[in-house]
């Protein structure tokens, strides 16, 4: 998995409580991304981040924030879990993503269920 | 494992035959485009990327293949194995965007 580990691989909770969900890189990429995977809509990305404190909006960013304070580290974190946020999510990284000499690394996925 | 898709389109093979998954991608600026392979449990694994300046590119097995005219792309897996069952996903990245943009997938079945 490219030097990518998400924490927690698993997670119940319920619904209006808040959840963090945390991706470590140890590549050095700059760039790192958040995607949610469901049934029928493949992968949507959520945010990403080019940079220290530097992150932008996906094509599903409501509902969701994101923090990166340090290059290793990528939060997820749903202010207030709701049952449609219940998915599997990824985190990613890449080096450039723009020159197309690069690709993005997945990591192993969380599985969060909301209830 | 997940579930990656509830109706996927699904590809079976005889093991040992050639396999080829095709995608059709949305955006014509698009200019550079990978393949994926996702088992179950696991997260998408990188197999092969080709930039729009190209229409063919090799690796190991796997020959990817672009037509921009008709905007498809597509995947040819050399002498399938069991271990190349899993779903197969091709994404797209545009001329303005750090941004991948996924197919829905296509899930390849190897027979024995």
């Known amino acids: 998995d490219a030097g990518i580990t998400q924490s927690p691989r698993h997670k119940v909770t319920e619904t209006g409580t808040p959840v963090t969900l945390r991706c470590h890189q140890t590549e050095n990429h700059r760039y790192m991304y958040w995607y949610r995977q469901d049934p029928g809509h493949g992968l949507r990305l959520i945010h990403y981040?080019?940079?220290?404190?530097?992150?932008d909006k996906g094509e599903v960013s409501d509902g969701y924030s994101v923090s990166r304070s340090k290059t290793e580290d990528f939060l997820l974190t749903l202010e207030s879990a709701t049952s449609s946020q219940t998915s599997v999510y990824f985190c990613?990284?890449?080096?450039?993503?723009?020159?197309?000499?690069?690709?993005?690394?997945f990591g192993p996925g969380t599985r969060l269920t909301v209830l | 494992g997940e579930s990656v898709g509830l109706h996927l389109p699904t590809l079976s093979v005889q093991e040992g035959d050639n396999s080829i998954i095709n995608c059709a991608y949305s955006?014509?600026?698009?200019?550079?485009f990978i393949w994926y392979k996702q088992e179950s449990g696991k997260g998408p694994q990188f197999i092969i990327d080709i930039r729009s300046n190209m229409d063919k590119r090799q690796g190991q097995r796997v020959t990817v293949l672009l037509n921009k005219t008709v905007k498809h792309l597509s995947l040819q897996i050399a002498a399938t194995q069991p271990g190349d069952s899993a779903v197969y996903f091709c994404?797209?990245?545009?001329?303005?965007?750090?941004?991948?943009?996924f197919g829905s997938g296509t899930r390849l079945l190897v027979r024995p």
């Open positions: 955006n014509s600026a698009s200019d550079y």
């Open positions: 990613a990284i890449g080096t450039s993503g723009r020159t197309g000499t690069d690709t993005q690394y």
């Open positions: 994404a797209e990245m545009g001329d303005s965007s750090y941004k991948l943009i």
């Open positions: 981040s080019y940079g220290v404190k530097d992150t």
